[in-house]
């Protein structure tokens, strides 16, 4: 991390300096070892590498050039913000990350010890100040899906800026209607955040530009379908958590040139790991920056991961928004179907989930998945069992993980991981 030039701005946003440089020597560190040391990695990921060690440093300083030029910095924690609408209102908007485990005992003071790691996680980092994104926001939109999550933004919202879009729970007619005024109701807020009218032009603009950045993800995510895989889970899971703060357009370009190389490494038949290598799908709860615990265990472990079934990850590139809507009306139409394809674990009953975790299996000719939830999530946890129950009946088998942020159970873990592996193997 390149930190000299950069204190004025975090001073200026309010961090605890001496806390925040621990934080970027610490990620630095972790960094270092899971990503740096990686065999092969293709020349494209070098721009990642940047993006990551200017993570808290040019990005910012991104952010705070475009807050000087009147724009607004909006801070979402999950896929169902509408970015479309955000940049039709000419925002910014960030993927708040919340994949470190920081300020912990801080947050437990606001929210319950048995709350998940991601929830606490951006609890401590604001009560810690050491998130200069959470400090550039000048609103954080926050969604009713997960009950922590409901009732963590009542506590956050005490702290910061936040607005909070009501997810339903099914998806029925009247859900559908219920998250369509909530389209609405959020478009309002975001022009009255800025002053600026979301025009059917402005939107229209917006569900390409985002459109293009899934169409890049997803053409990624295919390419993982050769084998010799052309590029490492961790570097397919950095692409996606970077999705969530770079600029669109710059990380879409860089998106497309890196697919152009795995296509040439495809055609060579070369990859990061040696053909018939266990193959293996991750399923589940989001994987947040600096969140790279689990891949890093499942690579050293004799598989490669070819997916991510999980919002960082295909639930939130797989489905576009139709881009034949002329009018407003039909854009914010066309928002809301898309939107309520996700298959979030928030929902219930929520049997797309299990279609859609087999479909990708098969797509990516995975041998096996790890289904991953985060500790005190009941959502995930829940639909673990069924996850299972539907790979088994379909002959692909499932190691159920259950975790958190903290480093104490890595060894255990691996043993648990590399026993899956073998019986892949045998
Ligand atoms: S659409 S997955 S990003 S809610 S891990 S906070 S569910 S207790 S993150 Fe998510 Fe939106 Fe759904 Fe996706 Fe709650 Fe579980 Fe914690 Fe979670």
């Not at 954080?140 to 729970?169: H, L, N, R």
């Not at 099914?170 to 005024?181: F, G, H």
């Not at 942020?405 to 873990?413: I, P, W």
């Amino acid at each position: 991390m390149s930190e000299t030039t950069y204190h004025e701005m975090w001073e200026k946003l309010n961090l605890d300096l001496p806390a925040h440089d621990a934080l970027l020597a610490v990620l630095g560190k972790f960094y270092g070892d899971i990503y740096m040391s990686q065999q092969g990695r293709l020349k494209g990921m070098e721009y990642l590498d940047f993006v990551l060690s200017e993570v808290h440093g040019l990005r910012i300083k991104e952010l705070q050039e475009a807050k000087a030029a009147g724009r607004k910095v909006v801070g979402a924690f999950c896929v169902f913000v509408p970015e479309e609408l955000t940049l039709a209102a000419n925002c910014v908007q960030v993927g708040l990350c919340a994949g470190a485990e920081a300020g912990t005992e801080l947050a437990e003071t606001l929210v319950p010890r048995n709350t998940c790691a991601l929830i606490k996680s951006f609890i401590g980092f604001k009560l810690a100040r050491i998130c200069p994104y959470i400090e550039s926001c000048d609103l954080i939109v926050g969604e009713t899906t997960c009950d922590g999550k409901k009732k963590a933004y009542e506590a956050f919202s005490e702290i910061a800026p936040v607005y909070v879009m009501e997810v339903p729970q099914c998806k029925s007619d009247a859900d559908r209607a219920l998250w369509r005024s909530e389209i609405v109701k959020y478009k309002a807020r975001i022009e009255e955040l800025t002053g600026e009218a979301i025009t059917a032009d402005k939107l229209g603009q917006a569900i390409r530009l985002v459109n293009a950045k899934r169409r890049a993800l997803n053409r990624l995510a295919a390419l993982r379908a050769a084998d010799p895989a052309p590029i490492s889970g961790r570097d397919a899971l950095l692409i996606n958590q970077v999705s969530f703060y770079d600029d669109p357009v710059r990380f879409t370009t860089s998106v497309n040139a890196l697919c152009d190389q795995m296509e040439e490494r495809i055609a060579a038949r070369e990859g990061v790991a040696a053909k018939g290598t266990p193959r293996l799908l991750l399923s589940g709860c989001p994987m947040a920056v600096p969140n790279w615990k689990l891949p890093f265990v499942v690579e050293g472990s004799g598989a490669v991961i070819v997916g991510e079934e999980s919002c960082i990850g295909t639930r939130n590139t797989r489905d576009l928004v139709d881009e034949t809507a002329e009018t407003l009306d039909d854009m914010l139409e066309a928002l809301t179907d898309r939107y309520l394809k996700i298959d979030c674990a928030c929902f219930t009953p929520n049997a797309e989930r299990q279609d859609n975790i087999i479909a990708l299996a098969r797509d990516l000719k995975a041998d096996g998945v790890i289904h991953y939830a985060l500790q005190f999530c009941q959502p995930y946890t829940h639909e673990a069992f069924k996850v299972e129950k539907a790979l088994t009946r379909d002959g692909l088998p499932m190691l159920a993980i259950e975790t958190d942020y903290g480093m104490q159970d890595v060894g255990q873990l691996k043993t648990r991981v590399e026993a899956f592996v073998e019986m892949l193997k045998a």
